[in-house]
Every structure is written in structure tokens, then in C-alpha cells.
């Protein structure tokens, strides 16, 4: 078999064979395939597109291009939710508490923070002690124990979709569908979970810029989940704003506390009800979704939700008084009311304007080695459809850097304010299943 022959079949839209894909990310994985004619199929790819079996055969070749976790041996079905990326996105934190207490079991490998977005690692990182690595081992007896253990990935899982994504980022070849979706499943299916939930955020802090298409790369993931025999299924939902009012990692742990008390800000009380009662169904814990809601909310009310979060902090290592006593995280040096200039109804809340500023901040890092100020970020005071006055607090920013003020007017300008009233928009827009 010859790369060139592969790539001019793409080029003239035929269709690729499980041989042609499987030679393709066996070679590129082990060298014997260069970057130039990788690039030169990923482009073919853009334009010419996948159909479903082929963008399954190349799910399937990453999936096994390294380690892949078995967790068959957790006691019930490990549910995994993964989110496609968003600002203030501490929903796993809040979330996976809810439906350990409610009796799932929630295993999930996560990532770091880079640029706008955030890392559930690093907000993990910003309580004391807070362990991120463990063994296989460790990890299914924390699963089993106390239904949650969340990681960093600690084998070689997926090395086929780490080279071939860098090449991609540097060749204008990440926007095309079953690229995307491969790139995400494979890494999914090898983590070992047998039910997904897949959180597609759309907006201007999203990787998906569209509802409509956040619902094609949705439908296209799902299909490939189910296809590989795990319950796969997928919300839609809102990032025309940042999730919550919190940006900036201690910030955002704080209000998942919140949110485990009952006192969290709306839209993302209703994303973990959603999410909640969608997984409990997966886990097969309950039969409909209103079920699944009653139970999420009883995690809330009872404060199971809450110390389940404290005995998943102490389990990996940190101190759970953090989770009891909040106020036990230090505050930054400079805590800066942000007025508006104007009154009106907010509009929009650029939220990837919003990422960036609390990056600046110092509460992200611009490169995967920079450090990160786990104290820095926004408290939103304000939220898409609220009234503000001329001279009102929009938000605070959160900082220990001083000579920031450029980074002030940035965020006082991610605020559009109109005359008109506005609707407060829903947080979920679909659900695929
Ligand atoms: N996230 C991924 O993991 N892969 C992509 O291709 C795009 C976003």
C-alpha cells in the first residue's frame, strides 16, 4: 500500500477502506509516514469529507494506536462526561459529586487548562494536597470505593491523535467534522468508560461556533459512541456566555460548593440537573429523566452531593476542609470592581474575551509549561438578560499582578449592553440521544 495512492483517492472523494485508514495511523504514529503527507490527507479530509464507517475505522485506529483502560472491573457502569471545552466550565466537579452520591460511577480522565479555557486538573490543583496522578489500580478501587475518581492521564493513551492534532493546528486542518470527532471519541473510548455524555458548547467561546453546528459534530460523536457499543449521548448547550459567574480556578471550585449547597447561580444548577439526570439514566439508576432530576436535587438539598465532594478530595489526597470551610481559599492581592458605562439589558458576554482576561489575569496559561495563579479570574456579577445601570459592578477582577488596567478595559468591553430588553437564554438548547 502506497500513502500517495491514499491521499489521491481522498482528493478525487472516494471512499477510504479500514486498510487505507489503519495503514495511515499505523505509519503516522510510527514515523514511517511524514508530517507532509499526513497534512496532505488531513486537507483531502477537509474538503472531501468522511462518511460514517470511515470516520468509525479512524475513531477505531487512534483508539488503539496506544494504551486503552479496562475498567470492567468496577462493580456497575462507568459513566464519563466530557465537555468540548468552555469558560467556567467547573461542571465536573459539582456534577460528578451529584451522581457518585446518587450511586453512579463516575471514572473520567481530564486535561489542563490552555489559552480561554480552563482545566478541571488545574481547579482540582487549586485545593491543597490535591493528588491528580494514580495508578490503574488506584484509580477502579477509588471508583468502586466512593464512585468517583477524577485523573490525569497518566499512560500513553490516544498517541496518534496527540501528533496528528499538532500537526493539525499548524496546517489549517482542524475544522472539519470527522476529524474533530474521531479526534475526541478515540480518546473517550480508550479511557474505558461504558456510557458517555457529551456536553457541545456553542458560541464564541466554543470550539463549535453555531448551534447548528455544535449538532453536527454532536451527531456524528454520537453515532460513533454507539456504533463502538457504549450509550453515547449529547447535550447542546450555551457558551455566548461564560458558564456560572465564576472564571479562574479556586473561583470555580468555590462555586461548585456553592452549587453542592443549593446556592448556585442558575444556568449552571440547571446543567448539572440536566446532565445529572441523563447520567443516573445511563447508569441505569433510574428509569426517566424527571426521576433523575428528583434525585440530583435531593443530593442538593440533603447536602449528600456536597460531602461526596469532600470524600473525593480527601481520597486523592486534599484537604476536604477546603470543601467544608470555602472561605479557607485565599483571596488574590487585588480584587477590582469592573462599573459600566452605560445602562441597559447585558446583551452578550463575550466569553472568550472573558477566557483571555482571566488568562491575563494569571488564572490560565498561554503555554502548556507557563505556570498558573490558582487565586486569578472574574466573579461575573451581571449575566445575558440582567438589567444594569450606568455605574453598577459588572463583575470583579481577581488578581495578585499589578500593571493589568489594559486587561480591565478588556473585560469591561466583553459586556454588550442594549436599550431593548432581553431574554435570559436557556443553558441546554438539545439533547441527542
Ligand atoms: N478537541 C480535540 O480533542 N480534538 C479536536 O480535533 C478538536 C478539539
Known amino acids: 500500500m502506497r500513502m500517495v495512492d491514499i491521499i489521491e483517492k481522498k482528493r478525487d472523494g472516494g471512499t477510504l477502506t479500514k486498510e487505507e485508514i489503519h495503514f495511515f495511523v499505523k ?42 483502560i479496562d475498567l470492567s472491573s468496577v462493580d456497575g457502569v462507568v459513566i464519563d462526561k466530557h465537555s468540548t471545552g468552555g469558560v467556567g466550565d467547573k ?18 480522565m481530564s486535561g489542563r487548562g490552555l489559552g480561554h479555557t480552563g482545566g478541571t486538573l488545574d481547579k482540582m490543583e487549586s485545593i491543597p494536597g490535591m493528588k491528580i496522578f494514580l495508578s490503574e489500580k488506584e484509580f477502579i478501587d477509588q471508583i468502586n470505593k466512593i464512585g468517583i475518581s477524577i485523573i490525569g492521564q497518566t499512560k500513553e493513551i490516544d498517541p496518534a491523535d496527540k501528533k496528528l492534532y499538532a500537526l493539525r493546528d499548524v496546517t489549517g486542518t482542524v475544522p472539519a467534522i470527522p476529524l474533530i470527532a474521531s479526534s475526541i471519541m478515540s480518546k473517550k473510548l480508550a479511557a474505558g468508560s461504558q456510557a458517555i455524555l457529551l456536553d457541545v458548547k456553542f458560541g464564541d467561546g466554543a470550539f463549535m461556533k453555531t448551534l447548528d453546528s455544535a449538532r453536527e459534530l454532536a451527531n456524528e460523536m ?37 452549587t453542592l449547597k443549593g446556592e448556585g447561580p442558575e444556568d449552571f444548577n440547571e446543567l448539572c440537573l440536566s446532565c445529572g439526570s441523563i447520567l443516573l439514566q445511563q447508569a441505569k439508576i433510574v428509569y426517566d429523566l424527571e426521576e433523575g432530576r428528583k434525585m440530583i436535587q435531593k443530593a442538593i438539598d440533603d447536602g449528600s452531593g456536597l460531602r461526596k465532594l469532600a470524600e473525593f478530595v480527601k481520597a486523592q489526597g486534599g484537604d476536604p476542609n477546603y470543601i467544608l470551610h470555602p472561605e479557607l481559599f485565599p483571596l488574590a492581592k487585588h480584587i477590582v470592581p469592573i462599573y459600566s458605562e452605560r445602562s441597559g439589558y447585558i446583551r452578550h458576554i463575550d466569553s472568550l474575551s472573558i477566557g483571555l482576561s482571566s488568562m491575563k489575569l494569571g488564572g490560565g496559561r498561554e503555554k502548556i509549561s507557563d505556570a498558573i495563579d490558582y487565586d486569578a479570574g472574574i466573579l461575573l456579577c451581571k449575566k445575558v438578560g440582567h438589567r444594569v445601570e450606568k455605574g453598577e459592578i459588572l463583575c470583579y477582577a481577581h488578581t495578585n499582578k499589578e500593571g493589568v488596567e489594559s486587561v480591565f478595559q478588556q473585560i469591561k468591553d466583553s459586556f454588550h449592553i442594549q436599550n431593548e430588553k432581553v431574554e435570559i437564554p436557556p443553558i441546554v438548547h438539545d439533547y441527542l440521544h
Do not use: W
Not at 461542571?91 to 473520567?108: E, M, N
Not at 454520537?222 to 473561583?251: C, Y
Open 27 to 68: 505509519g503516522y504514529s510510527d514515523g514511517t509516514i511524514p508530517d507532509y503527507q499526513a497534512s496532505a490527507l488531513c486537507m483531502a479530509i477537509v474538503f472531501r469529507g468522511m462518511d460514517e464507517i470511515e470516520t468509525a475505522e479512524l475513531t477505531d485506529a487512534m483508539m488503539h494506536s496506544g494504551d486503552t
Open 91 to 108: 461542571t465536573s466537579l459539582a456534577l460528578g459529586p451529584l451522581v457518585a452520591a446518587c450511586g453512579a460511577k463516575l471514572g473520567k
Open 222 to 258: 454520537v453515532k460513533i459512541g454507539k456504533r463502538m457499543g457504549r450509550d453515547t449521548r449529547a447535550v447542546l448547550t450555551d457558551m455566548d456566555q461564560p458558564l456560572g459567574l465564576a472564571v479562574g480556578n479556586s473561583l470555580e471550585v468555590k462555586e461548585a460548593i456553592a
